[in-house]
């Protein structure tokens, strides 16, 4: 699929488009989110993603690299990261070796200098040499910028990062550039990259932040179209086992639970369905795979008690 | 088009959206791309360039809805036959990208439309008469029957507009009178009217009913025919226009006077506020609550200069050979502070607590720890009941449970003491919502004092006005001695007041 080099215009053309491509690549997904990557490619915009967590934003954004075969470059946000891990940082190690080089060097360098002023000004020719690209180490977004063919960028948990390192994305994400301060500003070598934000709310994202991004929110799917997930994910699942088990879980999804099952559980579930040779959901059988789905004990024994009547709905 | 989407933005703009110039451009920009053609693809893109959250999402749909209501001026007349439904259809469809002119463009209508257009027009002629001419009779029986037949010219343009059975065209014409007279403007709802004629008479009315008396008038039966059918038209057109104001009245004006109310609420004495508005003042608690979190979500951290964090300072300083001069300062997060509200829920100050819980517990982003406890005589924990119910039964079930029964302060802080009085430390804040009205029973004012030297801070809030809070059985005075700061606090401007200051000081 993604080995041949991909039809860049055709596929970008119209949402319809994009959309069955990304179901190609056995991304199943609504109008809206094909839109949102429609938009993202012409506006050049970044996206930021939110929803409940499992609903597919990260694999929207791994998706979209295979569709359009596009280096994925992933910065995974947490407390504490700056811009020495997210942006740039020296080589210290090879600016100090250089140093010592230099040191032994330096009667070559300075011979035949007429007076003080003129040493100096020679040396300063090497000080601009040991802060130039040479001895910078990019970090994800730096290299962002410099991939050669675009690529995209997948900032994952934006808002588990400080709000320091919000303010430090925004000149990323509104003119695809970096400032340096020993070097210059660094712009984007020839397409900027295609920017994917997610978040799953833990807090709000900033005002600055979310004017420059197209915003997605991705809930969970309706019965339908998750049932077309699964198919696309797991195929080899009888085509009634996968109405069961959706409707179950959707069932599961009404009542008042501490995490609710996301996609990537059902995806699981199936499988694990699939792998026990199941052909119709029974209550000691979903007793048993519960802990796939579910991922509290307290959730469990809640739904434990009611997975009779449960299990009866998702039949019928 | 431009005019269109600037209108629509400044709809949403009115109900809470917060949408920046930016973010317009923006909206331009993906109009451009995906054009107006497809309802649902221009919805599908606006929505992900102008709202930015889920709720701003709901509201941008409803809005949406409203705004981009593309059976604008309806021909229920010519468009009523079963049959025609079907094809009639698609030409609605297409005509209905126009009507999004309609709602307050001065725009050309776009090169499909007008095929539309053309097509109704032809057809209009081929089946108009007759079912018009009979549906006329129908309405009218006590007007003589004139029977089917030629009908003169129309000489106004408005009574051309009408008899041109042009919906499009109408729409623009209406859009445009709305414009003229300012209906934007609309803010009560008794404007209507007003509003309505005042569109009618930009759009020619005064000539239309001048036309219509004179046909009416005269012995031509044609002429005859056509003021009966033009007098129908108006009628319709009468509606239509009315149903257009009615629109832009809950775009624009319900808005602005939901935001007057609002304003008005956030002042009124809490105790006054009618049981029909206590969902708007909870949507305006929320709201208050909201900007206050997004004020205060950023967790400061306190650096102690002096104290090397040496690990730290270690850590960072070996790229530079070992020699130390990066330094790092031992930091500390400071804590969310921890309240502890103590409302009394006895009748005359319920409705105080109940909102002053409502404020609290909406700040849940930013005051994760509150613990809540009621009494009128007897306290009790109530955190609990929050944990589990959403905000409003939990405030409803407190009430149901604790109130009622005579006020009893000295009992409350003996139950406070037995219970959590080993909770408090020098990082909570208690906050004593009630108006220390004791009946003259015992205040135990050393349990106060007893609060008041471990916590870190103690504020009492009394709703009743200051000049009161020494009269009769209060014991303010007593209870003053021992509070770090006493308020009086009776509107949700005082709660949001305090509440602010709560977390500017603690933070």
């Known amino acids: ?316 | 088009m431009e005019r269109t989407l600037t209108n629509f933005i400044h709809a949403l703009r009115s109900s809470d959206v917060r949408v920046s110039t930016a973010e317009t451009l923006d909206a331009f920009n993906a109009v451009e791309l995906v054009g107006y053609e497809d309802r649902g693809a221009l919805k599908r893109s606006l929505a992900l360039v102008l709202p930015k959250t889920a709720d701003e999402k709901e509201t941008f749909d409803l809005c949406f809805d409203q705004f981009f209501k593309f059976t604008d001026i309806r021909g229920d007349r010519d468009g009523s036959d079963a049959e025609d439904a079907a094809n009639e259809y698609s030409e609605d469809a297409a005509d209905g990208q126009d009507g999004e002119g309609g709602a307050g463009g001065d725009n050309p209508p776009t090169g499909s439309a007008t095929d539309a257009k053309g097509k109704r027009k032809s057809k209009a002629k081929s089946k108009g008469k007759k079912a018009e001419t009979t549906a006329a009779e129908d309405a009218d029986a006590e007007e003589e029957d004139l029977g089917p037949g030629k009908m003169s010219e129309p000489s106004s343009e408005l009574a051309r507009l009408l008899m041109n059975d042009s919906k499009v065209e109408l729409s623009i014409a209406t859009a445009q009178a709305g414009e003229a007279v300012g209906v934007r403007d609309i803010q009560v709802f008794t404007q209507k009217g007003l509003y309505t004629r005042r569109i009618m008479e930009q759009m020619g009315l005064a000539d239309l009913n001048r036309e219509i008396s004179d046909l009416r008038g005269s012995r031509r039966i044609p002429q005859r025919r056509l003021g009966q059918n033009l007098r129908q038209r108006r009628e319709w057109l009468r509606e239509q226009v009315r149903d257009y104001v009615e629109r832009q009245f809950l775009l624009h004006a319900d808005a602005d006077g939901r935001r007057l109310r609002e304003e008005l609420l956030r002042k009124v004495k809490l105790s006054n506020v009618e049981q029909r508005n206590f969902r708007l003042i909870q949507d305006v608690v929320f709201k208050m609550a909201k900007r206050l979190a997004a004020l205060h979500s950023r967790r400061k951290k306190v650096f102690k200069r002096g104290q090397l964090n040496l690990p730290r300072t270690l850590r960072h300083n070996m790229s530079y050979d070992g020699a130390i001069f990066d330094l790092h300062w031992k930091s500390v997060k400071i804590d969310r502070p921890k309240v502890f509200a103590i409302c009394d829920v006895s009748g005359s100050v319920a409705n105080y607590a109940r909102f002053m819980l409502m404020f609290l517990y909406s700040l849940e982003e930013v005051m994760p720890k509150v613990r809540s406890f009621a009494f009128s005589s007897d306290l009790a924990e109530v955190t609990e009941l929050f944990e589990r119910n959403k905000i409003e039964d939990a405030i409803a079930k407190t009430l149901r449970d604790y109130a009622g029964g005579s006020t009893d302060y000295g009992q409350a802080f003996v139950d406070f003491k037995k219970h959590c009085l080993d909770d408090v430390d020098n990082r909570t804040t208690i906050i004593i919502l009630g108006d220390a009205r004791n009946n003259y029973g015992d205040p135990r004012t050393d349990i106060l004092k007893e609060m008041y030297d471990r916590c870190k801070r103690l504020i009492w809030l009394n709703p009743e006005p200051r000049n009161s809070w020494y009269v009769g059985d209060a014991e303010m005075r007593k209870y003053t001695a021992y509070s770090h700061q006493v308020e009086e606090c009776n509107s949700l401007m005082h709660l949001e007041r305090i509440v602010g200051n709560l977390l500017k000081t603690v933070q």
């Open chain 1, 1 to 316: 699929m993604a080995d041949a080099a991909p039809d860049l215009q055709k596929i970008t053309e119209s949402v319809e488009n994009l959309k069955t491509e990304l179901e190609a690549h056995r991304y199943i997904c609504s109008d809206q989110i094909a839109t949102a990557v429609y938009l993202a490619y012409h506006l050049r915009k970044p996206i930021l993603i939110e929803g409940p967590p499992g609903v597919g934003k990260t694999e929207l954004a791994k998706t979209t690299a295979d569709m359009f075969a596009l280096p994925l470059i992933r910065l995974q946000c947490y407390e504490g990261l700056d811009e020495a891990k997210a942006i740039y940082e020296w080589k210290y190690g090879k600016q100090l070796l250089y140093t010592q080089v230099l040191k032994e060097t330096l009667d070559e360098v300075l011979q035949g200098a007429k007076g003080f002023a003129e040493s100096v000004s020679r040396l300063h020719e090497f000080g601009d040499i040991f802060f130039s690209e040479e001895f910078l180490e990019p970090r994800p977004l730096m290299k962002a910028l410099q991939a050669e063919a675009g690529c995209i960028l997948l900032i994952d948990e934006v808002d588990k990062s400080d709000h320091e390192f919000e303010s430090l994305l925004l000149e990323m994400l509104s003119d695809y550039q970096l400032s340096i301060p020993e070097i210059g500003t660094l712009k984007a070598v020839n397409e900027p990259p295609l920017v994917f934000l997610t978040s799953n709310n833990t807090r709000e994202i900033s005002d600055a932040l979310k004017r420059r991004c197209l915003h997605l929110y991705i809930p969970f799917p309706d019965l339908e179209l998750e049932q077309r997930i699964i198919h696309a994910r797991v195929p080899e699942i009888p085509p009634e086992l996968r109405r069961q088990l959706v409707k179950f879980i959707h069932e599961l999804r009404g009542l008042d639970l501490k995490k609710v099952p996301a996609i990537s559980e059902t995806i699981d579930w199936a499988r694990t369905l699939l792998l026990l040779h199941t052909e119709t959901l029974e209550p000691q059988l979903v007793r048993d795979t519960l802990n796939v789905i579910l991922k509290f004990q307290e959730d469990i024994e809640n739904v434990n008690s009611e997975l009779t009547t449960l299990t009866s709905q998702a039949l019928k």
